[in-house]
């Protein structure tokens, strides 16, 4: 993925999670010629943990100090579906605009009670394990019950936001121009109370950079972010939390999106989705 997006006019803000052996990575990014790659610090950012906007907000205050136009959010398993080329004109005839999938919390279409008990509620991590307090009716397992009356002695039953502070979610693959970064960067610089309240949400990358925009009281800027993102998701499952891979059928399906990227492929399973998108797609790689 790396490779397929790099070129003379792009920085490559890479995170690369904490658990993992880095030496293993830099040894194959040594045997590659890759432009303009800068590591960024590294967090450990298991699924729901606040590790993932934390190495995210990272990435956006590097990217304002390369003075970058536009940032996009991609994860290991993401891949470009238009070239170069057809992703720097896209951005160009948008200048200005950012795409951000948003909705106002709690949405109609999640389980009731079960969105907003992500802000509601405490979320703890250890040894990549979710904890939640207060635990939901009928939940087992001594230790979650134990850590639960602990919790219980000091912490409240429900969190709030901060006043005036309407929560927004969506997904966490954002394009932003550099004037949404800005007000991110800047919301978190103000509003530190609010930074640590969503470490201990579920999920918050899914929700801090959407509550940051439209509660950041500039309606110019409101009004240049698009609700749609840039990145095709393969939800074949809606009952399932994490979208499905691609495979090899997926093809036209890719072909026909205008989208920019896709996500999730598994690029040792599908090799050969992998080299047809290459050959027919991203053949035009010149800017």
């Known amino acids: 993925m790396l490779t397929a997006i790099q070129s003379d006019n792009t920085y490559l803000f890479l995170h690369v999670d904490k658990r993992v052996d880095l030496d293993i990575f830099l040894k194959q ?26 190495a995210s907000m990272e990435g956006v205050k590097a990217a304002l100090k390369y003075d970058c136009d536009y940032v996009i959010f991609l994860s290991g398993a993401d891949y470009p579906i238009k ?23 709690p949405a109609p279409f999640w389980m009731e009670g079960k969105e907003i ?4 509620k405490y979320y703890f991590f250890f040894r990549n394990k979710i904890f939640e307090y207060p635990l939901p009716p009928g939940a087992t397992g001594l230790p979650r019950k134990i850590l639960n009356f602990f919790f219980g002695l ?17 997904e966490h693959w954002v394009c932003l121009h550099k004037k949404a970064v800005h007000a991110v960067v800047d919301f978190y610089k103000q509003r530190p109370k609010l930074w ?12 801090y950079i959407q ?29 399932n ?47």
């Open 29 to 54: 990014v040594d045997s590659t010629s890759f432009k303009n790659l800068v590591l960024l610090p590294r967090f450990k950012s298991a699924w729901g943990y606040a590790g993932i906007s934390w």
């Open 83 to 105: 070239s170069t080329k057809e992703i720097f004109a896209f951005l160009e005839k948008n200048n200005g605009k950012s795409f951000v999938d948003y909705y106002k919390m």
């Open 117 to 120: 008990n992500r802000i509601r």
């Open 154 to 170: 000091f912490l409240a039953k429900e969190r709030k936001l901060p006043e005036g502070i309407v929560p927004y979610g969506g």
């Open 196 to 207: 640590r309240f969503f470490t201990y949400c579920f999920s918050p990358e899914e929700i």
């Open 211 to 239: 509550t940051a925009l439209f509660n950041d009281g500039d309606q110019l800027l409101m009004a240049s972010v698009e609700n749609q993102t840039i990145t095709l998701i393969n939800w074949k499952n809606k009952n």
């Open 241 to 287: 939390p994490s979208p499905a891979f691609f495979d090899f059928d997926d093809f036209d399906r890719i072909k026909s999106s205008d989208k920019l990227f896709a996500r999730k492929f598994d690029f040792d399973a599908q090799p050969q989705l992998l080299e047809r998108i290459n050959q027919e797609l991203l053949k035009n790689q010149s800017e």
